[in-house]
């Protein structure tokens, strides 16, 4: 992250933008190249992105405003994580899905059937959406 002196502006070299979204910089990159994020040149020739386009951009991402890829979906989902499933246990009735999205580990518990109509199996991107309505309370270590 650097914040130039003169106009103020924070911006951030592909590989900041890419930690902070969880994204490869290879991924980043794409969507710069695809002018769905912009980024301009520094006066070495490395790609910027400026704080609040990345600001505006990750909070379109999380409405689901952005363009999509897929076409579009209607949900009152607010939270969706895309990743990859890392691990798929069935048993004759119920499936254990687990998709590592990002730093974060999402397992979700689903019928059989379900699991086997959305094809899932591990190495395949899905997308978790989680909508809840149950707070789980845990108390700090304790001295």
């Known amino acids: 992250m650097r914040t130039d002196k003169l106009s103020g502006v924070t911006t951030f070299r592909i590989s900041e933008a890419a930690a902070l979204l969880g994204v490869s910089a290879d991924t980043v990159r794409r969507w710069v190249d695809g002018g769905r994020l912009p980024a301009a040149r520094d006066e070495h020739g490395h790609r910027r992105v400026p704080g609040a386009d990345l600001a505006s951009f990750v909070r379109d991402q ?18 969706r994580m895309r990743g990859i499933v890392t691990d798929v246990v069935r048993d004759g ?21 379900a699991a086997d109509d959305l094809g899932l199996r591990v190495g395949v991107v899905a997308e978790a959406v989680v909508k809840s309505t149950t707070v789980i309370v845990e108390l700090p270590d304790r001295d």
Request: aromatic share 6%; charged share 25%; no cysteine.
């Open 62 to 79: 999380a409405r689901g405003t952005a363009p999509s890829e897929h076409g579009e979906r209607f949900s009152s989902a607010r939270n």
């Open 93 to 113: 009735v119920m499936a254990q899905v687990e998709i590592q999205a990002g730093p974060f580990r999402v397992v979700s518990l689903m019928s059989r059937e």
